[in-house]
Antibody, heavy 127, light 107 residues
Framework: QITLKESGPTLVTPTQTLTLTCTFS??????????VGWIRQPPGKALEWLAL???????RYSPSLKSRLTITKDTSKNQVVLTMTNMDPVDTATYYC???????????????????WGEGTTVTVSS | DIQMTQSPSTLSASVGDRVTITCRAS??????LAWYQQKPGKAPKLLIY???SLDRGVPSRFSGSGSGTEFTLTISSLQPDDFATYYC?????????FGQGTKLEIK
């Protein structure tokens, strides 16, 4: 059974750096084809994709946030860490990590979707 | 970025009704579309991937269809547990993008 759990501060002050950890079980990020992503949701608003990391350490970022985001993995600890610099009140949101599953095509292209979600962690940015 | 537009934003319906939610992509995404259900205070849950494939354990009253730029999520007979917000999401290309959500309310 795949499970993920997000952890990190619930309150950060503006300009601080946010560090969130996703601890997961039921799969390994050292296995070919596996990915973990981060998504956020401001209060009352829609979902926004932030970043993802694959088993081979390939990383993808939202272009609008790329300069502020870093995603890393620690396969020995079954963890993925997301850092976001220069936090602002507009970054107040619930942050989710997700296990990515994929479809493949006959020409060996892989398309990843968000399969299993963590429960989320709420982060408030305020002075 | 590919924009995803859902309609309607809010849908009022009764238990037993058949409902359809539409999702349109600003450019072709082939069949690389997923649907998620989210209840208040909870994480989203995958319902459908690859436009029409039901995730394991999802009731068969849910179905998805479409390709290219137009997609639909249909619930054949609404149950009390189905009142929630539904999101579509394209995974054809980065950055992944979501629709703005459709809130399904009890009439």
């Amino acid at each position: 059974q795949i499970t993920l759990k997000e952890s990190g501060p619930t309150l950060v002050t503006p300009t601080q750096t946010l560090t969130l950890t996703c601890t997961f079980s039921g799969f390994s990020l050292s296995i070919s084809g596996v990915g973990v992503g981060w998504i956020r949701q401001p209060p009352g608003k829609a979902l926004e994709w932030l970043a993802l990391i694959y088993w081979d350490d390939d990383k993808r970022y939202s272009p609008s946030l790329k300069s502020r985001l870093t995603i890393t993995k620690d396969t020995s600890k079954n963890q993925v860490v997301l850092t976001m610099t220069n936090m602002d009140p507009v970054d107040t949101a619930t942050y989710y990590c997700v296990h990515m599953d994929y479809d493949s095509t006959e020409s060996n292209f892989y398309y990843y979707y968000m399969h299993v979600w963590g429960e989320g962690t709420t982060v408030t940015v305020s002075s | 970025d590919i924009q995803m537009t859902q309609s309607p934003s809010t849908l009022s319906a009764s238990v037993g009704d058949r409902v359809t939610i539409t999702c349109r992509a600003s450019q072709s995404i082939s069949i690389w579309l997923a649907w998620y259900q989210q209840k208040p205070g909870k994480a989203p849950k995958l319902l459908i991937y690859k436009a029409s494939s039901l995730d394991r354990g999802v009731p068969s009253r849910f179905s998805g269809s479409g390709s290219g730029t137009e997609f639909t999520l249909t619930i054949s007979s609404l149950q009390p547990d189905d009142f929630a917000t539904y999101y579509c999401q394209q995974y054809n290309s980065y950055p992944y993008t979501f629709g703005q959500g459709t809130k399904l309310e009890i009439k």
